[in-house]
Structures are given as C-alpha cells and as structure tokens.
C-alpha cells in the first residue's frame, strides 16, 4: 500500500512563504519602491487577493513498478503510467511517485469585475503568485511529513516541463481527482481555474544526492518569473 493516501487541504495562506517577492519577480515592480501612480493599485489588489483567494490542494502517491527507461516509461501501481524521457531518471531512487496539485479559488470572480487594465495586472500576477508559492508550500508539506519517517523527497515537476509532456495531466488527474476541489481538465490538456499547478516528485528511503531541476533544462530561465532559484527553498 502506498504511504500517502489521497488527501485533500486547504492552504493556510499565512504559511505560505514568499508570495510578496513572487508578485515582484511576475509584476516586474520593486514593493518597496514603486512608482505613486501604481502603488495604491498594488496595495489594493493585494487586499483583493489576501481577502477573497482561497487555494486548495489535493495529494496522493503511488508505488512504482518500474522504471523503463529504453521506453521513456514509469509503470505505477493500478497501472498508471508516466510517459516521460525525464521521470525514470529523476526516480531512479525512488519507491513512491506523489501526485498533487493545488488551484487558487476566487480569482475568476474577481478577474471577472470590471477593472482597468493595470488592475488587472497587478490582480493576475498575485493569482501567478499564490499558485506558485503555495505550490511550493505544498511540496515541502508533503515532504516534511514524509521525512519524519524517513523518506527522501526528489526535485518536483509539472506536466509541459522538459521530457515530461502535458499529456501526462491525465494520469496526474486519475489519480488524484481534482474535481473535488474545483479543477478540472478541458479537452486540449489545460487545468480549470487557469492559475492551478500540477505536478510530480518521487520519494524513497534512499537519499538520492543528484538534483535534477527543470528550470536547468529549460530555454526560458533567463527570462521566467517562475524560474526555480535556489533562495526558494
Ligand atoms: S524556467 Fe519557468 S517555464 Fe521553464 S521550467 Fe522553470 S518555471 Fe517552467
């Protein structure tokens, strides 16, 4: 049986670390020294995201069968299968492959009312923010929880990263059965709330010293928001 049965959470936003320097790096802005005319705009659409977001997550892993690397292939249990050139490398180590995804609920209805442009903006890059940060809390929840019984975490990914197609969403949501917390999957692979993430790690009681990041594969790190930074963690 696998160590993290599927769970559902709502993210408690005061845990979540980072979201101001976040909305920084997606808004291009300097929180501390913003031009007047868009300071109160930000501070505004702050209130609106602090007060009106909700974000809420779900998790769940799967033991892995078998890495088939020739096939660019992990086989998990119930056979759910990744197909993938990077995953069998990046659990190598691995015993358990954890499936989670969070979504940010309240956005639309606010995206929805009408705005100015920069309000809009401003508004969009702290839904970005709250997805990402609270993503990342997300992860190192998970892997907090399984380290006190001694289970190693590997780097996470997201469908549509290097060698790990959006196809994969829909094993992601096989398993793990967002509807429940309001995400849903349209035709053409794309996650409903727009400002949800999705995504993969491998745990195991093996520490697996390489680490393998997609941002290092990626030809838009230079230029990415969202890029991983090693002040993240
Ligand atoms: S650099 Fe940005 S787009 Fe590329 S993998 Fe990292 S987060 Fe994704």
């Not at 031009?35 to 809420?56: C, D, G, H, M, W």
């Not at 088939?68 to 119930?78: A, G, K």
């Not at 230029?223 to 090693?230: D, E, L, N, R």
Request: contains cysteine; aromatic residues 10%.
């Amino acid at each position: 049986m696998s160590t993290l049965t599927r769970k559902m959470i709502e993210i408690p936003i005061n845990e979540i670390k980072g979201i101001d320097r976040m909305f920084e790096r997606q808004a291009e802005v300097d929180l501390e020294n913003m031009p007047k005319k868009y300071a109160s705009l930000v501070q505004k659409t702050r209130e609106i995201a602090f007060s009106n977001f909700r974000i809420k997550g779900v998790f769940a892993s799967n033991m892995l069968v078998e890495c088939r690397q020739n096939e660019n292939e992990v086989l998990l249990e119930n056979e759910i299968k990744i197909y993938s050139k990077m995953m069998p490398i990046l659990f190598e180590k691995s015993t358990e492959v954890v499936f989670y995804a969070i979504t940010v609920l309240g956005y639309l209805e606010e995206e929805k009312k009408e705005k100015n442009f920069m309000e809009q903006f401003f508004l969009d890059a702290w839904a970005t923010s709250f997805a990402e940060t609270a993503s990342s809390w997300l992860r190192k929840h998970i892997s907090d929880m399984v380290a006190e019984d001694g289970w190693y975490s590997t780097s996470a990914w997201s469908p549509g990263q290097h060698g790990f197609s959006l196809e994969n969403q829909k094993s992601l949501f096989q398993v793990l059965k967002p509807e429940e917390i309001g995400l849903t999957l349209s035709d053409t692979l794309m996650m409903h709330p727009h400002k949800s993430v999705s995504g993969v790690f491998g745990i195991g009681r093996e520490k697996d010293e390489r680490k393998i990041i997609p941002c290092d594969y990626c030809d838009l790190r230079e230029s990415c928001p969202s890029a991983y930074q090693a002040d993240d963690e």
